[in-house]
């Protein structure tokens, strides 16, 4: 099928042609796109591994925009089907994959929190991570599991439920973690204190403690800090209106 001809969406679908719509997804023709996207939607969980090796052949330095992008939002309509195969997707080594899988995640929405809660506790701090990204995009429904998360035994699993949480509550208007971030300034661990603060001042800019925390970790020069630690500080910092 040739890039910019028109082809038949139909005839496509009734061929189970995935890979032929799959390619009309870079069609300049909007209202075919469109055509194409429902169309894989249809073919539901049948069509869910050939998306996601499309995800395998894009550079993880030079995303083709408009196709990883369509392609996580069919997987995302796809839904319950597309779970478990981006849970392994994100577990693989090509950046690209995993970034977009994460994406997909994000979109499918609920049925794909507790799964991603799962992966916050994973050794490889990059996974827990990439889970984070999708369950702040998720926003309302990942609060309360993430609340729950933030008192985990396990540091990462902190660390990643605290980055998720300013996003997820600020996106859904939801004050509910207000208070366990609070009592997160006090953890043991620092990175679990600075990300706590950082979610607090995005779901309420003039969190006191909370800016005061991340003025003082900006400006922390002691062994136990790190030009990291310090450039994430003064980065939230940065993003408040009044700080």
């Known amino acids: 099928m040739p890039l910019f001809g028109r082809p ?7 061929d189970r042609d995935i890979k032929g719509l799959i390619k009309a997804l870079e069609h300049r023709d909007e209202s075919l796109r469109k055509e194409a996207m429902e169309a894989l939607e249809r073919m539901g969980g049948e069509a869910v591994e050939p998306l996601i090796n499309e995800f395998r052949k894009l550079s993880p330095t030079g995303l083709t925009v408009k196709l990883s ?10 839904g319950e ?7 392994a997707a994100i577990r693989e ?5 995993r970034v977009n899988a994460a994406l997909a995640l994000g979109l499918i929405g609920e049925p794909a929190v507790n799964p ?3 992966m916050l506790s994973d050794p490889d701090r990059n996974i827990g991570g990439l889970a ?5 995009r998720i926003g309302g429904p990942a609060v309360e599991p993430l609340i729950r998360a933030l008192t985990d035994a396990n540091d990462n699993t902190r660390v990643c439920a605290a980055l ?9 208007n939801d004050r509910r973690a207000v208070e366990p971030l609070r009592r997160a300034l006090k953890d043991a661990d620092r990175w679990v204190r600075l990300h706590s603060a950082g979610a607090l001042t995005k779901i309420d ?10 003025k003082e970790a900006a400006q922390d020069y002691s062994l136990d800090s790190s030009d990291d630690y310090r450039g994430i500080a003064a980065s939230y910092l940065k993003a408040i209106p009044s700080a």
Request: hydrophobic share 55%; glycine share 6%.
């Open 164 to 172: 998720a949480l300013g996003d997820a509550a600020k996106q859904a």
């Open 8 to 14: 038949d969406i139909k005839k496509l679908e009734q």
């Open 93 to 97: 080594k090509h950046l690209g994959l």
């Open 132 to 136: 984070s990204v999708a369950l702040a």
């Open 116 to 118: 991603l809660v799962k």
């Open 81 to 87: 089907a597309a779970i478990e195969p981006l849970i």
């Open 205 to 214: 800019p003039s969190e006191t403690q909370a800016i005061q925390l991340l």
């Open 69 to 78: 992008w369509a392609v996580a939002e069919v997987l995302g309509k796809i």
